[in-house]
């Protein structure tokens, strides 16, 4: 069982940064992919960002490419969202989820485990 713990949400203006963590309980972190996704008032959640087990690999959505950055530390067992040129519509909860899986780090099935979210506010 893995219980993870998103920090860092808050309000900015437009073209600001904010830092997403998320802490996640356990003894193999290091086993898990990670991922961001979030979700808008009225949308669907969808994928933001991924990185693999070791941290080597990382994968983004399209409109958050050049912007965002996502990395591991496996030994904290925490993993951050870094978000640059925020945008308004970069406004929605994210949700930090975990994976033990090798499928599509995209699809929402395929992980495991979930926090409770942390609430992006991005003002024009």
């Known amino acids: 069982q893995v219980q993870l713990v998103e920090s860092g949400g808050g309000l900015v203006q437009a073209g600001g940064s904010l830092r997403l963590s998320c802490a996640a309980s356990g003894r193999t972190f290091s086993s898990y992919t990670m991922g961001w996704f979030r979700q808008a008032p009225g949308k669907e959640r969808e994928f933001v960002a991924a990185?693999?087990?070791?941290?080597?690999?990382?994968y983004f959505t399209d409109s958050v490419k050049g912007r965002f950055t996502i990395s591991k530390d496996n030994a904290k067992n925490t993993v951050y969202l870094q978000m640059n040129s925020l945008k308004p519509e970069d406004t929605a909860v994210y949700y930090c989820?975990?994976?033990?899986?090798?499928?599509?780090?995209?699809?929402?099935?395929?992980?495991?485990?979930w926090g409770q979210g942390t609430q992006v506010t991005v003002s024009s």
């Open positions: 989820a975990a994976k033990l899986n090798l499928g599509d780090v995209r699809i929402q099935g395929r992980y495991d485990y």
């Open positions: 990185i693999s087990r070791s941290g080597g690999i990382t």
